[in-house]
């Protein structure tokens, strides 16, 4: 995590986190789906980095990071983001 910081910090973009959805709370997919997209960039290089570093320790890195380059994933990603954000809205309505 300390190498996905200081990507954000060479790159010039907010220090965000990233954030892991609870399974009995839907406000934190809406965030999580947020957060992987405003950090998309910083998080391929940490991944390509981690891969290039150490491939064979962190095979799930790789996985992860073929997941994101992937096109249907942006486009999934970029079609929840309303969505969730509007189910947000709706569940602190009630």
Same mark, same amino acid.
């Given at each position: 995590?300390?190498?996905?910081?200081?990507? @954000?910090?060479?790159?010039? !973009?907010? @220090?965000? =986190? +990233?954030?892991?959805?609870?399974?009995?709370?839907?406000?934190?997919?809406?965030?999580?789906?947020?957060?992987?997209?405003?950090?998309? %960039?910083? #998080?391929?290089? /940490? +991944?390509? !980095?981690?891969?290039?570093?150490?491939?064979? %320790?962190?095979?799930?890195? #790789?996985?992860?990071?073929?997941? +994101?380059?992937?096109?249907?994933? /942006?486009?999934?990603? !970029?079609?929840?983001?309303?969505?969730?954000?509007?189910?947000?809205?709706?569940? =602190?309505?009630?």
């Amino acid at each position: 995590l300390a190498s996905f910081n200081d990507i @954000q910090t060479l790159l010039k !973009h907010p @220090q965000l =986190k +990233l954030i892991q959805p609870g399974d009995t709370r839907w406000l934190s997919y809406s965030r999580s789906i947020n957060a992987v997209i405003r950090c998309c %960039e910083s #998080l391929m290089i /940490t +991944l390509e !980095h981690i891969v290039n570093e150490r491939c064979e %320790e962190s095979p799930s890195a #790789l996985d992860l990071l073929s997941i +994101l380059q992937d096109q249907s994933t /942006t486009f999934i990603l !970029h079609s929840l983001e309303p969505i969730l954000e509007a189910l947000s809205i709706l569940l =602190k309505s009630i």
